[in-house]
């Protein structure tokens, strides 16, 4: 019945401020992509490639903030799988 009532608070919207600090403690997310959009966006990988990765190695995968869940959709942070990738963490 709060929302009948008017005593609503308002929800807190980020701010730039909320942006640089989270950037600051390394919560910064890059571009996202599903497999499909990263393979499109990247002439490097094709989805083959992308699926296997993320077959192989899931778990390091999610531990290490490239990809992530919503729903039931897969999505990939670009700047962090690729980062993933250079480190070797895929061989």
Same mark, same amino acid.
């Given at each position: 019945? =709060?929302?009948?009532? @008017?005593? /609503?608070?308002? /929800?807190?919207?980020? #701010?730039?401020?909320? *942006?640089?600090?989270? %950037?600051?403690? +390394?919560?910064?997310? +890059?571009?996202?992509? #599903?497999?499909? #959009?990263?393979? =499109?966006? %990247?002439?490097?990988?094709? %989805? @083959?490639?992308?699926?296997?990765?993320?077959? /192989?190695? &899931? *778990?390091? !995968?999610? =531990?290490? @903030?490239?990809?992530?869940?919503? @729903?039931?959709?897969? !999505?990939? *942070? /670009? *700047?962090?799988?690729? %980062?993933?990738? &250079?480190? +070797? !963490?895929?061989?």
């Amino acid at each position: 019945m =709060e929302a009948l009532s @008017g005593n /609503r608070q308002p /929800r807190s919207v980020p #701010t730039l401020k909320q *942006d640089i600090d989270a %950037e600051k403690h +390394g919560c910064r997310i +890059g571009p996202i992509h #599903t497999v499909r #959009t990263l393979a =499109e966006s %990247e002439p490097a990988f094709n %989805e @083959g490639s992308i699926r296997w990765t993320i077959f /192989r190695h &899931k *778990d390091a !995968l999610i =531990e290490s @903030g490239a990809i992530f869940y919503s @729903g039931k959709k897969l !999505l990939i *942070d /670009r *700047d962090r799988y690729v %980062e993933f990738l &250079k480190a +070797g !963490l895929a061989a």
